[in-house]
């Protein structure tokens, strides 16, 4: 059976950067619908357009957008031997549309489904303002930065690929407010639903990156 990880924390908990170097290590796509839906805008495609809306308010774009975008992205041939899934699900709906959607890969590619296995990044919200205003982004790997704790050696280049390093839009105080409190009233939820289930993982996410990192290693093996 393949290994599915859902990484579940508040905007800013470390997740992305976590899950770039476990995809690595493990040899998993990292899909994550951020990035997904930020691909959507920048093409402006009809999903990006609606999606855009939402996003620049910090909140959930409406599930069937993401549902859509989520199984094409894996029906996609690397994810076929297990995947790690950054920011999705993130409310008690999408969980269950998930659900559905692991039966309906199952069919597709013929095999016995997948261990799911969510991983909870536990830190306190009042220091993730600081880390979000802070993040820079690679505009063309996607490699993050930070300018306090994570500084590219030139400033605005990529250390990895040369690219310019870019902000985002919603890594401003007041959009990152309103994410907080997205993800208090939609994605906490989800903490009681996969430890009922049994399969819910806490890690300290508020320690610097490296030790976060060899926590996950301790859980992920
Ligand atoms: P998305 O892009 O997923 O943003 P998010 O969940 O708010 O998470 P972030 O990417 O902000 O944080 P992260 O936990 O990955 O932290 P990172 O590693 O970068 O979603 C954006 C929007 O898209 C949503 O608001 C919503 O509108 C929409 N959306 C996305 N998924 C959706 C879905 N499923 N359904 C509906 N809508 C959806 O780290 C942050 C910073 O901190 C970096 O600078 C990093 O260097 C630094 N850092 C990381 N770890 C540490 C550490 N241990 N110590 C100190 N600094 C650290």
């Not at 600081?130 to 790997?141: A, F, G, H």
Request: hydrophobic share 35%; aromatic share 8%; glycine share 8%.
């Amino acid at each position: 059976m393949k290994n599915i990880y859902i990484f579940l924390g508040p905007p800013g908990s470390g997740k992305g950067t976590q899950t770039a170097r476990l995809a690595e290590r493990l040899n998993f796509p990292h899909v994550d619908t951020g990035s997904l839906l930020r691909a959507n805008v920048k093409a402006q495609t009809p999903y990006g357009i609606e999606a855009k809306k939402y996003m620049d308010q910090g909140q959930l774009v409406p599930a069937e957008i993401v549902e859509n975008i989520i199984f094409e992205r894996l029906k996609e041939n690397d994810a076929k031997n297990g995947y790690i899934l950054d920011g999705y699900p993130r409310s008690i709906e999408q969980a269950l549309i998930l659900e559905g959607i692991h039966e309906k890969l199952k069919n597709f590619w013929h095999d016995d489904g997948a261990n799911v296995c969510a991983i909870y990044f536990d830190v306190p919200m009042e220091s993730l303002i600081e880390r979000l205003v802070n993040r820079r982004s690679c505009s063309k790997c996607g490699e993050i930065y930070n300018l306090i704790n994570k500084k590219p050696q030139r400033a605005g280049i990529c250390d990895k690929c040369g690219g310019s390093l870019i902000q985002r839009s919603d890594d401003n105080e007041e959009t990152a407010r309103l994410r907080f409190e997205t993800y208090n009233n939609e994605t906490y939820p989800l903490l009681k639903y996969y430890g009922d289930k049994g399969i819910l993982k806490t890690i300290n996410a508020n320690l610097p990156i490296d030790e976060v990192w060899e926590e996950l290693i301790k859980i992920t093996g």
